[in-house]
């Protein structure tokens, strides 16, 4: 009873602190959200009425900045990228976990080995390669450098060993073509695998950084957060409107992790990575 | 069908998987050669070299000089300090705090709740949250507001060459801890409960619990979750450039490698030397990845 009784009570504090971390966790993004809110005349008071606020800079940093143009360009790039991904990884992984060729494990080796290369090492030759072929500052040069990843192969091979063969197996003795196996039997039972690898893709393009702020060089070429921070180190007097842009940063990426924030949690648990 | 054509039909199987093989691996090889080999060769290549993207003609061969001048030259050793302290202050205290987040919501009501919402800060953007970070600890933000009443003094912390780093550590645990929570969350689901049983019935309790069953039997988990945030803290990037406007200051006090590497690559055009620099940062994550993967390994066999 006394046992029972001190159990209740320590599930009491933990769900008392796990409510503050709450705060810790998201405040900021509701103290952003509020000042993106603040009229314009009023954001230098902490405090503003809420019947002040005004969703004024939204329109306001889509009209007069080409924050519209910036939202089109990530979202271009990241459905580029992420659909290449899917299509190039997935039957990488395939080929190396189904089919028999020669030189299988070799090349599924380099792969791995590349896997441990950091991208920073990358930055000065692909940006001489991209100069080289007129590809700075143009779509294909933000997209068609970064259309596969290892990891994502060594997932998907991982993925296609755990499914059984037999069904494939059958179709290839009724005289399906390896085609007609991958897409008909194996790619409908890879739904799992296509939502991770799609929800990575597209997170870890939405937030990259390093290479757009390289590769896009005009302000019509930036992704929203190269925009960002261009328009943060003009106008960062202007919190209202850079916490506008913050906001449209952020919200359809936390809109994406809301729907498929299980498969996004299930394979951040399985495979320890963020996107 | 008789063993004659069963033979040929498996031989023509044979050929035809072979063909597909590389049909499908195509598109991932062409990626390979073209934007990973290929580069990480010529990089390697001209990393030997004095060389300047606007002057290619004139790239000069200077042998290991790049290498020995790096360890010679002031801002590379402050960045590469700069990043050693930043790993320092974050590693330890992310790694505490994410575990005892994961204790703390793993057997409450609520769980899928809390860590939906402590997740959220990781899925943001790096660029976004240093927005934010800065707006919270300007002069007037809402940080000094609320140490205020406990007498500490207004800082202008991005500002001050030192506190500006410190304050980055404090954004890096607050944005990154949210996914080693999860995977915490993973290895914990993993201990069978017969295990906590059978300690129990041997009179463990609370943190005896903790430290003889629980925290022991995370190792792997803790060992994964350590070099993870190792690698992602020395290849820091974004926050110094987005805080300190590409600098790295102020006073170099936030310049990190990668900041560096793309200053001088990109800004003074020392692409070799930039290069150089780059494989010195690679050989670093190297070690620290060869270390996972021995211990990993051995743990698992």
Same mark, same amino acid.
């Given at each position: 009873?006394?046992?029972?009784?001190?159990?209740?009570?320590?599930?009491?504090?933990?769900?008392?602190?796990?409510? /503050?971390?709450?705060?810790?966790?998201?405040?900021?993004?509701?103290?952003?959200?509020?000042?993106?809110?603040?009229?314009?005349?009023? $954001?230098?008071?902490?405090?503003? *009425?809420?019947?002040?606020?005004?969703?004024?800079?939204?329109?306001?940093?889509?009209?007069?900045?080409?924050?519209? =143009?910036?939202?089109?360009?990530?979202?271009?790039?990241?459905?580029?990228?992420?659909?290449?991904?899917?299509?190039?990884?997935?039957?990488?992984?395939?080929?190396?976990?189904?089919?028999?060729? *020669?030189?299988?494990?070799?090349?599924?080796?380099?792969?791995?080995?590349?896997?441990?290369?950091?991208?920073?090492?990358?930055?000065?030759?692909?940006?001489?390669?991209?100069?080289?072929?007129?590809?700075?500052?143009?779509?294909?040069?933000?997209?068609?450098?970064?259309?596969?990843?290892?990891?994502?192969?060594?997932?998907?091979?991982? +993925?296609?060993?755990?499914?059984?063969?037999?069904?494939?197996?059958?179709?290839?003795?009724?005289?399906?073509?390896?085609?007609?196996?991958?897409?008909?039997?194996?790619?409908?039972?890879?739904?799992?695998?296509?939502?991770?690898?799609? #929800?990575?893709?597209?997170?870890?393009?939405?937030?990259?950084?390093?290479?757009?702020?390289?590769?896009?060089?005009? *302000?019509?070429?930036?992704?929203?957060?190269?925009?960002?921070?261009?328009?943060?180190?003009?106008?960062?007097?202007?919190?209202?409107?850079?916490?506008?842009? $913050?906001?449209?940063?952020?919200?359809?990426?936390?809109?994406?992790?809301?729907?498929?924030?299980?498969? +996004?949690?299930?394979? #951040?648990?399985?495979?320890?990575?963020?996107? | 069908?008789?063993?004659?054509?069963?033979?040929?039909?498996?031989?023509?199987?044979?050929?035809?998987?072979?063909?597909?093989?590389?049909?499908?691996?195509?598109?991932?090889?062409?990626?390979?050669?073209?934007?990973?080999?290929?580069?990480?060769?010529?990089?390697?290549?001209?990393?030997?070299? =004095?060389?300047?993207?606007?002057?290619?003609?004139?790239?000069?061969?200077?042998?290991? =000089?790049?290498?020995?001048?790096?360890?010679?030259?002031?801002?590379?050793?402050?960045?590469?300090?700069?990043?050693?302290?930043?790993?320092?202050?974050?590693? *330890?205290?992310?790694?505490?705090?994410?575990?005892?987040?994961?204790? /703390?919501?793993?057997?409450?009501?609520?769980?899928?709740?809390?860590?939906?919402?402590?997740?959220?800060?990781?899925?943001?953007?790096?660029?976004?949250?240093?927005?934010?970070?800065?707006?919270?600890?300007?002069?007037?933000?809402?940080?000094?507001?609320?140490?205020?009443?406990?007498?500490?003094?207004?800082?202008?912390?991005?500002?001050?060459?030192?506190?500006?780093?410190?304050?980055?550590?404090?954004?890096?645990?607050?944005?990154?801890?949210?996914?080693?929570? $999860?995977i915490y969350l993973a290895g914990l689901q993993d201990i069978p409960p017969e295990i906590y049983e059978a300690a129990a019935?041997?009179?463990?309790?609370?943190?005896?619990m903790l430290r003889h069953i629980t925290i022991p039997l995370l190792r792997r988990t803790t060992f994964l979750v350590v070099?993870?945030?190792?690698?992602?803290?020395?290849?820091?990037?974004?926050?110094?450039?987005?805080?300190?406007?590409?600098?790295?200051?102020?006073?170099?006090?936030?310049?990190?490698?990668?900041?560096?590497?793309?200053?001088?690559?990109?800004?003074?055009?020392?692409?070799?030397?930039?290069?150089?620099?780059?494989? $010195?940062?690679?050989?670093?994550?190297?070690?620290?990845?060869?270390?996972?993967?021995?211990?990993?390994?051995?743990?698992?066999?």
């Amino acid at each position: 009873m006394e046992s029972a009784r001190t159990h209740v009570g320590w599930r009491r504090t933990a769900w008392f602190i796990a409510c /503050l971390y709450t705060i810790i966790a998201l405040g900021p993004f509701a103290w952003s959200i509020y000042t993106s809110l603040k009229p314009t005349s009023e $954001v230098f008071h902490s405090w503003v *009425p809420l019947s002040h606020l005004t969703l004024q800079n939204y329109s306001s940093i889509l009209q007069n900045f080409p924050f519209g =143009r910036w939202l089109l360009n990530s979202i271009l790039v990241a459905f580029i990228v992420t659909v290449g991904n899917l299509i190039v990884n997935t039957l990488a992984g395939y080929a190396f976990a189904r089919l028999r060729f *020669p030189l299988r494990g070799i090349l599924f080796y380099v792969f791995l080995a590349i896997m441990m290369i950091p991208g920073q090492v990358l930055l000065v030759p692909i940006y001489i390669l991209l100069a080289h072929w007129g590809w700075i500052d143009t779509y294909q040069g933000l997209t068609v450098p970064f259309l596969m990843s290892p990891f994502m192969i060594f997932l998907s091979r991982q +993925f296609f060993l755990g499914i059984p063969k037999d069904l494939e197996e059958a179709a290839r003795i009724d005289g399906l073509s390896e085609w007609g196996i991958f897409f008909r039997i194996a790619l409908p039972l890879s739904r799992p695998l296509l939502a991770a690898q799609t #929800i990575f893709t597209f997170q870890g393009n939405w937030n990259s950084f390093l290479w757009p702020v390289l590769l896009a060089t005009s *302000p019509d070429m930036y992704t929203l957060p190269v925009g960002l921070n261009s328009f943060y180190g003009q106008y960062n007097a202007y919190w209202n409107s850079v916490m506008a842009g $913050v906001i449209l940063l952020t919200l359809p990426i936390v809109l994406v992790f809301l729907i498929f924030q299980r498969q +996004f949690v299930q394979g #951040i648990a399985t495979t320890g990575l963020k996107g | 069908m008789s063993s004659a054509s069963a033979r040929t039909y498996w031989r023509r199987n044979a050929v035809e998987q072979a063909l597909h093989g590389y049909l499908f691996l195509l598109p991932a090889l062409t990626e390979l050669a073209v934007f990973l080999i290929g580069p990480i060769l010529y990089a390697f290549y001209i990393s030997f070299f =004095r060389f300047s993207f606007l002057d290619p003609q004139n790239a000069q061969f200077v042998g290991l =000089r790049n290498y020995v001048h790096l360890f010679q030259d002031p801002e590379f050793l402050r960045a590469l300090w700069n990043v050693t302290l930043y790993s320092i202050g974050v590693v *330890p205290t992310q790694t505490a705090i994410a575990l005892w987040l994961a204790l /703390l919501v793993h057997h409450i009501r609520g769980k899928s709740f809390f860590r939906v919402a402590y997740y959220i800060p990781t899925i943001t953007s790096t660029v976004a949250v240093s927005v934010i970070f800065v707006f919270l600890f300007q002069p007037d933000g809402l940080v000094n507001h609320l140490l205020r009443p406990f007498g500490v003094p207004a800082i202008n912390y991005f500002n001050s060459p030192m506190f500006a780093l410190p304050a980055m550590m404090v954004m890096a645990v607050w944005s990154t801890v949210g996914q080693f929570m $999860v995977i915490y969350l993973a290895g914990l689901q993993d201990i069978p409960p017969e295990i906590y049983e059978a300690a129990a019935i041997d009179g463990a309790r609370g943190w005896t619990m903790l430290r003889h069953i629980t925290i022991p039997l995370l190792r792997r988990t803790t060992f994964l979750v350590v070099v993870m945030s190792l690698i992602g803290t020395f290849q820091v990037f974004d926050q110094m450039y987005v805080i300190s406007g590409g600098t790295g200051g102020p006073l170099d006090s936030t310049l990190s490698v990668v900041l560096d590497i793309f200053n001088k690559g990109f800004k003074s055009m020392q692409m070799g030397y930039a290069s150089a620099m780059a494989f $010195v940062l690679f050989a670093i994550i190297l070690v620290l990845t060869l270390i996972q993967h021995a211990v990993l390994g051995r743990e698992t066999d």
